[in-house]
């Protein structure tokens, strides 16, 4: 995630000219700056000292390892060559760790901080990245949820290499989904048509079948600087997101080095099947002032038949497309000179008003009192609310005449109104809890694309 308060809204046209080309030449300097750094990281943990740990797995089992050389893969291939084959990721939970643990961000927040309200749910750990003391070891297969997010986080970075080494594309960010996987890239006023996803698809199967390993490198944020200088936006996420004196860093697996927190699958060959379903636009920091870029989404799997089931999912999906059903039974239908908004049939207006009286009984048992409230409310209420400060721009507003200095909005939400009833009046605790229902309409000024239906 790019976006946030700490990125401003001058640094939102960075991208400037592009030129579409294979290999770029900043792939050259990238390679050799991470080079260097990583061979030099590599002997600070070669003269670590070895000390003996503790592994303990999650059926009580204990295991004798070596700190910074003893890796989860290890651990898994001394259980069983299958199981080694099988786990996608590890989650280690330490109870001594030899030397500090290093706070390291991307500012792009692939995965949220493990640690909450002082509870240790672990780390989610790179298989062959060495353990640092006595801990609790698990092995996780892609049927886990992390797994799974951890396994298309690294089919992103194979698309990131496809991106890069196809068309020289300013890659932004690329999160994995629920299911899934995207990548924002940058390619001027480029864009990627339908024959661009089989292209790509066909060097994703090249990189797979190279087997890439994925590298770790714990960066400084002028080492982040010196590595990603020809990327404008990541220098604009390291410039502004990873503070100074911090540290970040960053994975490679063949000629893609991208800045990111990890962890990943060991390599590129336990990607069996990957699909790049469709390419549409984004824009940097997610608002239409800023950049235009290239959004390809993919899916992919460790096991071919986990495709064709996920395949089958989503023709029966597109076949029972509540909007396609809309329009065969006579419900409801869309149109452009009301875009996003849903026009309801006699037919379908019987079941709306049918959900309406479901719910409002529902209302009833549960304590809420129905109110009907404005459509329209002065600034001020969402000056109060919050919603001004980081909403207006989502929002229908308008003044109220040509010399008036007042402005009013369409309401987002029903809550800010609820207040003003509540208010209203002297209130006692006896009046508490107080509950409100409301079946307004509510309008927001969404992205062009980004409705899909009810």
């Not at 986080?153 to 698309?159: D, G, I, P, Y």
């Not at 997610?286 to 390809?296: A, E, F, H, M, Y």
Request: with cysteine; net charge negative.
């Amino acid at each position: 995630k790019s976006a946030g308060k700490e990125i401003s809204e001058d640094e939102g046209r960075i991208g400037g000219a592009f030129e579409k080309k294979e290999n770029p030449d900043f792939l050259h300097h990238r390679i050799a700056v991470f080079e260097r750094l990583y061979n030099k990281k590599q002997e600070e943990i070669a003269a670590m000292e070895k000390e003996v740990i503790k592994i303990t797995l999650p059926d009580g089992a204990l295991k004798e390892g070596k700190a910074w050389e003893t890796s989860p893969m290890d651990i898994a291939l001394g259980i069983s060559p299958g199981l080694a084959k099988a786990v996608m990721v590890a989650k280690v939970r330490y109870s001594r760790r030899l030397g500090e643990k290093q706070q390291i961000t991307s500012g792009q927040d692939e995965f949220d901080d493990m640690e909450e309200e002082g509870i240790d749910k672990g780390e989610l750990w790179d298989l062959t990245r060495p353990l640092e003391g006595d801990c609790l070891l698990e092995l996780l297969k892609f049927d886990e949820p992390e797994a799974k997010m951890v396994f298309w986080h690294s089919s992103a970075h194979v698309l990131g290499e496809c991106l890069e080494c196809s068309f020289g594309s300013h890659l932004t960010v690329g999160p994995p989904v629920d299911p899934g996987f995207y990548y924002d890239s940058y390619m001027g006023d480029s864009h990627i048509e339908q024959a661009d996803l089989k292209t790509l698809e066909a060097k994703a199967k090249k990189i797979v079948k190279e087997k890439q390993t994925f590298q770790r490198l714990v960066l400084t944020k002028n080492e982040a600087l010196e590595l990603f200088k020809d990327n404008p936006y990541k220098v604009s996420i390291i410039k502004n997101k990873v503070k100074d004196g911090s540290l970040t860093s960053c994975y490679r697996n063949g000629p893609l080095i991208d800045l990111c927190l990890g962890p990943h699958i060991p390599d590129t060959s336990r990607i069996k099947a990957m699909e790049l379903r469709q390419a549409t636009t984004a824009y940097w920091l997610g608002s239409d002032k800023n950049d235009s870029l290239q959004r390809v989404h993919g899916i992919s799997f460790p096991d071919k038949k986990m495709m064709s089931e996920h395949q089958k999912l989503v023709k029966l999906a597109e076949e029972n497309d509540h909007r396609k059903r809309g329009l065969e039974q006579d419900l409801f239908f869309f149109h452009p000179l009301s875009p996003g908004s849903c026009f309801w049939t006699p037919h379908g207006a019987r079941i709306f008003n049918t959900l309406l009286a479901y719910i409002r009984a529902e209302y009833v048992k549960r304590g809420y009192h129905e109110v009907v409230t404005p459509n329209v409310f002065n600034s001020d209420l969402w000056k109060t609310s919050g919603h001004w400060e980081h909403y207006r721009e989502d929002m229908f507003s308008f003044q109220d005449g040509e010399e008036s200095e007042q402005t009013f909005a369409l309401k987002p939400m029903n809550c800010p109104g609820h207040c003003l009833i509540f208010g209203n009046r002297v209130r006692s605790y006896r009046d508490l809890p107080y509950r409100l229902a409301d079946f307004g309409v509510l309008h927001r000024n969404e992205a062009s694309g980004a409705l899909t239906g009810l």
